[in-house]
């Protein structure tokens, strides 16, 4: 059994098969429930609808358990079958390939709990709940420490997985630990340091192990009016700043420093170019946004004609922060 974080493999270019993709959506969806939990397995489901980029094939099977057990009962079905595993959160770092993908997608964005200990100014939360959620409910308690994270649209899985961040802060600086979960069902507690967290990743990246819930420390006792009017500062910036009008992942490529990804391809002159449904957005030419209509095909040779054009231009090829799954 192999698990794939949203990562999986950034796959060779190629035609896409449409009669092996008719023969797929041709098939009759069927329904598996786990022995001993409510948690059913689905073949065939479309995951278009749990991308933010709002693209993507069909799952060829499909899981969303609500609890630990659950989520270890989906892994040993994975390996009883000889399934791969792909997790998906919030699906917003995401392009998944117009062929879907093989083997069992578990989604984790139902995985939520949370525990506040005022004593300590730690928040201990599930793996599926919401960052921006969690960022207006602490700033409504007058803690601090999550200001920065009101316009991430992901999980809390997925930013431990990925370090993510913005406004010079991110994961890692406030990170007590997190739990994870391994292929063969024992759950372990990791630091920060054992995660080797770097700029947009981890050592969880790529890997076969799950986060399952993360432990932060914020500051307790603050104005919440102030707290509250801080956040909504920082999400003023992210509306005025970045694309909300159409779907997208986020950010594309990560910053080469010392320049910024959207400099690059803005001098580039390719703000508004477009293949398909997909288009380099007019307010940050770091993002690509689905016009509507849009292949994940489309996006994904946008993605390469912008490291291209950079390339020949500035001599510096783009590495892609978005995670692309699937054969594309």
Known sequence: MTISQAVGNVCIASAL???????ANSIKSEV??????????????????????RVGGAAQWYVAPRNLEALQASLNYAKEHDLIVTILGAGSNLLVSDRGIPGLVIVT??????????ETGQLTVASGESIPSLAWQVAELGWQGLEWAVGIPGTVGGAVVMNAGAHKSCIADMLVSAQVLSPDGTVGTFTPKQ????????????????????TLQLEPGADPAQVVALTKQHKKHRLNTQPYNFPSCGSVFRNPKPYTAGWLIEQTGLKGYQIGGAQVAQLHANFIVNRGGAKASDIFCLIRHIQQQVQERW????EPEVKMIGEF
């Open 17 to 23: 098969n449409t009669k092996k993709q008719e023969t």
């Open 32 to 53: 598996i429930y786990l022995p001993g939990t409510d948690c059913a397995i689905k073949s065939q489901a479309s995951l278009s609808a749990f991308t933010s980029y």
């Open 109 to 118: 964005r139902h995985l939520r709990h949370s525990y506040f200990d005022s």
């Open 195 to 214: 995660l080797g967290y770097s700029y947009r990743t981890s050592l969880l990246q790529g890997g076969d192990r799950i986060v399952t819930q993360a």
């Open 315 to 318: 001599s510096i090829w783009l």
